[in-house]
């Protein structure tokens, strides 16, 4: 198997790209929990002839032990990966929001709106409310009223994702879609927010 094979399959499953196969959210994504954990699960296809589960798994779990490493701590851990007439399944904990996005090189947040604002997002657009799982299709709000009222905890990134949160959403930008009272998708790579309680 190919050295460069395999670096690409362990980057795509490991930051979603889309750009490697369909991103398919109904079963790929991350949980946040309370305490800021996350636990990101990745559905990918791996029919092709060169790619090695063996070779993926150790590679993996060198790219973790150097991590982990460099932290100090087992911030970061492989729970399972098998691959299974052309698929492969990985799931994946991080000790903290950052780890997932240091690990991973993703531009994520997690956190309130001013820790958000002090990043460098900058709320821009328009955002719609969201009531009992519902995303309101009229009356949008401007990002700048966001940011200036009741600072909710949110998630910003730049990936295509579901994301499930620890709460209750009441915001998200125009382009993010709401599944269900805690959980929404980013279906594309650009700038997106979820705001909860």
């Known amino acids: 198997m190919k050295k460069g094979c395999v670096t690409g ?7 979603f790209l889309t750009g490697c196969s369909s991103f398919s959210p ?6 946040i929990d309370k305490k800021g954990a996350v636990t990101e699960y990745v559905r990918e296809d791996f029919s092709q ?7 993926m798994e150790e590679e993996l779990g060198a790219e973790i032990k150097s991590y982990n490493e460099a932290v100090g701590t087992k911030a970061v851990k492989k729970q399972s990966l098998s691959v299974k007439e052309g698929i492969a399944q990985l799931r994946m904990t991080y000790a903290s929001t950052k780890d997932y996005a240091e690990f991973n090189h993703l531009d994520f947040y997690a956190g309130d709106i001013q820790g958000a604002v002090q990043a460098g997002y900058a709320f821009e657009g328009k955002f719609a409310e969201v009531t009992d799982g519902v995303k309101a299709q009229e009356a949008l709000v401007w990002g700048s009223a966001i940011m200036t009222g009741q600072n909710y905890q949110t998630v910003a990134l730049r990936q295509a994702m579901l994301v499930e949160v620890p709460g209750t959403i009441r915001y998200v930008s125009e382009n993010v ?10 279906e594309e790579n650009e700038t997106a927010y979820i705001l909860y309680e």
């Open 9 to 15: 399959l362990v980057l795509c499953l490991g930051l």
């Open 26 to 31: 109904a079963v790929s994504g991350i949980s």
């Open 49 to 55: 002839s060169y790619y090695d589960k063996g070779e």
């Open 177 to 186: 879609k709401v599944t269900d009272k805690s959980t929404a998708v980013i």
